[in-house]
């Protein structure tokens, strides 16, 4: 605290006033950072640990920053090193792999295709005020990384992909591939939700071979 | 009019809709749509889609707590 000096002349030091304009930063930000955070690590302990990381390390480098450069970017860049240092360093975290093949996974065509949906008269919309109602969080958590970063950079966050790029220190065309892998995986989960929750009584949306007798209002006679 | 098919306009569906194909692209992009009504449909299932999930999944607010724990910690003398 021995930098703040208040002397009628000069109410701060340029420390303190450093210091105020990260503060600024810090309440703008916090709370975005904080949901990515959440997101990103997919528990409050680890997200809480995550944003602390990254203040601490944003005010050590505070000095180099620019005013009037894109502070946010800023930020997330230096949240994205910390957590995939974090991630790197633990052990117990098992790293994911992608051994799903969500290719060419369309959630569009899935409802287009399905004889339920298509018996509920618009299967775009059921499908879309199901998703309403799905746990979407707990879907994009489960998008494996790299993928998940890069949606959650875009989609949630809404950087352009030449910001994400310089985020994660990456070609443009590589976030391209991640996102579009990403969303696929969300998709694929998303889908899998709506065919739990079903769209009548939770029945008759199984997609099995066989199973596809009887509507799922009608019962067995 | 257009020069894409079906698929074409799936692959560059989502830069598009992220605002990231550039003017001529999106023209095409747009006389495609205009003419094929599965790909309009799409692409407007796709726009809605990424709204809802950005509703579902932002809005968090950081604890309190921690809000005030990063105070103290900026106190602290580097």
Known sequence: MGAISVTPDHPMTVEAEDRARFEALV??????????????????????DLIQDTFLKAW??????QAGTNARAWLYKILMNAYIDSYRRSSREPEMVDHEDVGDFYLYAKAQESDQYRRAGDPEEVLLSQIMD????????????????AVILADLEEFSYREIAEILGIPIGTVMSRLYRGRRHLQKLLWDYAKRAGYVNGKGTEDKGGAKTGSPTKGTS | MSDFDCNQLLERLWAYL????????????????????PCRQHAAFERRLKIIIQYKCRGERAPEPLRIELVRLLQKPS
């Open chain 1, 27 to 48: 309440s703008e930000h916090l709370d975005s950072l904080y949901g990515s955070a959440l997101r990103l690590t997919r528990n409050r302990a680890a997200a809480e």
């Open chain 2, 18 to 37: 992220d605002g990231e194909a550039d003017e001529s692209l999106c023209s095409e992009l747009q006389a495609h749509i205009a003419d094929c009504l």
């Open chain 1, 60 to 65: 050590r480098s505070f000095h180099t920053f």
């Open chain 1, 134 to 149: 799905a746990d979407v969080k707990s879907a994009l958590e489960q998008v494996p990384e790299p993928f998940r970063a």
